[in-house]
């Protein structure tokens, strides 16, 4: 049975919890169905071309090109409009409107495949090629909308997963009809148009979502629309290079579903049901890593995922690349003597590996957007992405074809592609910190410590805020930073610069030096002059009102510069307090010195965090503050 009621933040214990609830379930069949329905049609029609069509005009090898060429084409030429649709227009009614015309494309493609019409196939290509296009913005633009920050790493792993999903069984189940003999295009045109009335039937139960947009005028011209998008997606360098990293995560992704047959017959020695195994081992970790998300972010869209996505692709690949070299040459086999092998095995390890580490990598990326983009032209970023997509995947194909044409076995061109996701991941991390910190922040906080989080839905998602924490350890910057469903910009003591690493880090993460103001009055006045900034655009800010680091483990008096900056901007004020890390490493325990005995209480010690609710910035000092956390620290986090 499906819910209308929206759950509170700790209701549902993971994301499949969604597909019970109307906000979620229907859509989601909806999108699942749309892309079996796609891959159903898509590779019956080339087998039927392959196989049992003799078409001078269209050679058996040229087909598989020309059909996915027809299908990404309308991306390129649509999307930008298809954004526009989707901003403008009521989405639960948009979504109506393009599964029926999934029921129209069916029906003329059922014409098609029982008259053996291989142009009316064709144009049904490039029309379910537009449909996919039309539902793309929609899709992306409407989780936001239904679910909350804590549910849309859960969700948009739902998503990717059920993609994947799809995707396999539309495949399998579209050569699987289409063998069928007399009757296989017969038994493809019932299944497609059938599958089609089912996706229509389920829109029927979307929820009404309002545009974001609704006065917007559309502009029909693709390429400046398109230009436009950009330059939205540019207002947040975050969200911009979120696009382009996903876009590289298709072409990544491309270069391996292209190869796929060519790799399984002249690598592996396989026949086709070899070749049909990468694809299920492919999908299947895309799968795997896009439902990971949820748990090991812990519900919070978690961008240091990313990194190491990135870092498991690249070691994936290139160990694919070592695995597949040396491989004795054999008659070509079949699916029972290709998996009796041991050799195989690693083979398929890795591709589960890197297959699974991109949809860690994806995944993160697309709840970001999503988050941050504002919800006014959401869905025409998402357009503008759909069409670097289209364009990073036909530049992988040409780029992939050009390396074999040169002389490069199919194992050489995978290892290209892993060491350019090398290349391309340090320059996205470098150029966007915020991946790199965020990755920091998550390996200590799951890696060093045992970090439980409480409270942290009172750390607010959108506008400005001054989060106040008390100050126990070098590292306090980094657990929040691993806490925090946004970036915190810190307020911190000039000389924790000086420190090798966490300087650079805290470099990095842009943090505000502060300098006592009789030492340096003008550091003094452009720290706080720096706060202000942080706060008129909308961010967090962060402060340790200690005005330094513990060396006893007490709760040391407030300063007065919170007061400073909140008289300055009146904005409401998180209280935080961190537990338990003071005795660690990164504490002044050893007579007020830092960082003397490594691992001093082993790995995985339990620390923790506690948010308390927002405050009025009104009546407040720096006393009552303090008074706040010290509560917070009377009541451990776990």
Known sequence: MLSDDAPTPHQDANQFALLRQRRFGPFFWVQFLGAGNDNLFKFAFTVLVTYQLQLPWLPPAMAGLVIGALFILPFVLFSATSGQLADKLEKSRLIRFVKTLEIAIMAAAGLGFMTANAPLLLGCVFLMGLHSTLFGPVKFAYLPQHLSERELTGGNGMVEMGTFVAILLGSLAGGLLIAIPQIGPATVAVACFGVALAGRAVAQAVPHSPATDPALRINWNPFTETWRNLMLARQDIVVFRSLLGISWMWFFGAVFLANFPAFAKTVLHGDPQVASLLLVVFSVGVGTGSLLCEVVSRRHVEIGLVPA??????????????????????????????????????????????????????????????????????????????????????????????????????????????????????????????????????????????????????????????????????????????????????????????????????????????????????????????????????DLLCIFPEGAITRDGQLQPFQGGVMKILKRRPVPVVPVALHNLWGSFFSRIEGGTAMVRPLRRGLFSRVGLVAGPALAPEGLSPEALRQQVAALLAAPPA
């Open 309 to 538: 996505g990135a870092i498991g692709m690249s070691v994936f690949a290139i160990d694919l690349y070592f695995a597949s070299r040396g491989l004795p040459a054999v008659a070509e086999q079949g699916l029972g003597a290709f998996l009796a092998q041991p050799a195989h095995w690693r083979v398929i390890a890795d591709l589960f590996l890197l297959a699974a580490s991109a949809g860690l990598y994806s995944v993160p990326m697309y709840a970001l957007i999503q988050l941050r983009s504002q919800p006014s032209h959401r869905a025409r970023i998402i357009a503008a992405n759909n069409i670097l997509n289209a364009l990073f995947m036909i530049t992988s194909s040409l780029g992939a074809g050009a390396m074999l044409g040169a002389g490069f076995s199919v194992p050489e061109v995978f290892l290209a592609t892993a060491l350019l996701n090398v290349l391309v991941g340090a320059y996205i991390f470098l150029l966007v910190p915020e991946y790199l910190l965020r990755f920091v922040a998550f390996l200590l906080s799951r890696l060093i410590y045992r970090f439980d989080v409480r409270g942290d839905q009172h750390l607010p998602t959108s506008g400005a805020a001054v989060v106040v924490c008390n100050h126990v350890s070098y590292v306090d910057a980094l657990l929040l930073m691993a806490a925090s469903p946004r970036p915190l910009r810190f307020i911190m003591d000039h000389r924790i610069f000086a420190v090798p690493v966490l300087g650079w880090l805290f470099r990095l993460a842009k943090a505000i030096p502060i300098a006592p103001e009789r030492e340096d009055a003008r550091a003094y006045a452009a720290a706080f002059e720096a706060a202000d900034r942080v706060l008129a655009e909308g």
